[in-house]
């Protein structure tokens, strides 16, 4: 079933059109037409945005705790760096018709922040991605606020289905991580008691352009992966050693310190435990590895079970499709 195409930015726009430039939090819903035409998208006042997702969220069943896997999502792409507005809207398309209405995943909506949408852009972009993070928290933490008051009034009421009927989740490309990772932080550290109700469920970080010491337990207690194991139920990690354009990234920042997309987990067995990673090596194309998890078949179908919760232990990397010779059987 086709979803709704919705987004949030914080791209300044100017003659109609949206830059890469820094500005205030805008909220559109996709009109129709190509995709790509900024004029297709409608702009909503904040208010309405979110009653267009509590009224998607609505309309998913409830489900029992044996079907946990089976609860739908409204969940967050955030896309990386070297991306145009452009670019993001036609990735996030893509997701949302091949991972999510391909499997009946639910809802899932668009923040294009303001990358450069070129590889020279890089560091400037890297400044681009901080600077977005006080946006982005105020609004999870504004999300983590209405699920707590449902959940009030659920348990006031003993009626389980005034609860949340979706799973919150955030799928991150790239440097998205970074924007995922410096927001989350600022959400924590606002939220009172975070610990109190999960905010987001599943963090799926592809290709992650962030440090792979990040979730390491003997870091301070105010550090941002302590924060971020904090507020999320699951954070898993899907990595590869053979993205280069991570390789190059890693020259570039924080000597010493290898990106957590190419190089996975620093020591596995000093994490939280509510942190994973996932070698995607063997099931992606071997063309635009930095992006191949979201062009390969196998690795979105390892991409839904991680959003589904699937327990770590029993995610299984999908076969190769079988082929059948011409004029033999299958």
């Known amino acids: 079933m086709a979803t709704a195409r919705l ?3 914080n791209r300044v726009i100017r003659s109609g059109e949206p830059t890469d430039q ?36 609505d309309t998913f069943p409830v489900v029992t705790d044996a079907q946990n896997e089976q609860q739908k999502h409204i969940s967050l792409f955030i896309h990386g760096y070297n991306n145009s507005w452009d670019g993001s809207v036609k990735r996030y398309e893509q997701i949302r018709t091949d991972l999510f209405d391909a499997n009946d995943l639910g809802q899932l909506v668009l923040f294009s922040w303001p990358s450069n949408g070129s590889v020279a852009g890089y560091l400037p972009d890297r400044e681009d991605a901080r600077a977005c993070a006080d946006a982005l928290a105020q609004e999870l933490k504004d999300l983590h606020d209405r699920l707590l008051r449902m ?35 600022v959400a924590a550290r606002r939220l009172n008691s975070p610990q109190l109700l ?15 010491d990040l979730f390491q337990k ?15 139920y699951r954070i898993g990690a899907l990595f590869t050693g053979l993205d280069q354009v991570l ?27 509510n942190v994973f990673d996932v070698d995607v090596s063997s099931i992606i194309k071997k ?11 196998r690795a ?20 190769e499709p079988t082929t059948t010779m011409p004029g033999k059987a299958a």
């Open 22 to 57: 820094v500005g205030d939090m805008k909220y559109f819903e996709h009109r129709a037409g190509p995709i790509n035409k900024f004029s297709n998208w409608d702009e909503l006042k904040r208010k309405d945005f979110v009653e267009r997702l509590s009224a998607i969220a």
């Open 287 to 297: 063309t635009d590895v930095h992006s191949a998890v979201f062009d390969s078949p």
């Open 247 to 273: 390789g190059a990234s890693a020259g570039l920042k924080h000597f010493g310190t290898r990106r957590l997309g190419r190089s996975g987990l620093a020591d596995r067995n000093n994490v939280w435990d």
């Open 151 to 185: 959940q009030e009034v659920a348990m006031k009421s003993d009626d389980p289905s005034k609860m949340c009927r979706a799973k919150l989740s955030i799928i991150a490309h790239s440097m998205g991580n970074y924007v995922a990772q410096k927001a989350l932080a």
């Open 218 to 232: 003997d870091k301070p207690q105010d550090s941002d992966g302590v924060l971020m194991a904090n507020v999320c």
């Open 7 to 9: 987004m949030l930015t």
């Open 198 to 212: 999960t905010l987001i469920t599943q963090l799926a970080m592809v290709a992650a352009d962030v440090d792979n």
């Open 300 to 319: 979105l179908a390892l991409l839904e079970q991680v959003l589904r919760g699937v327990d770590r232990n029993h995610l299984s990397l999908p076969a």
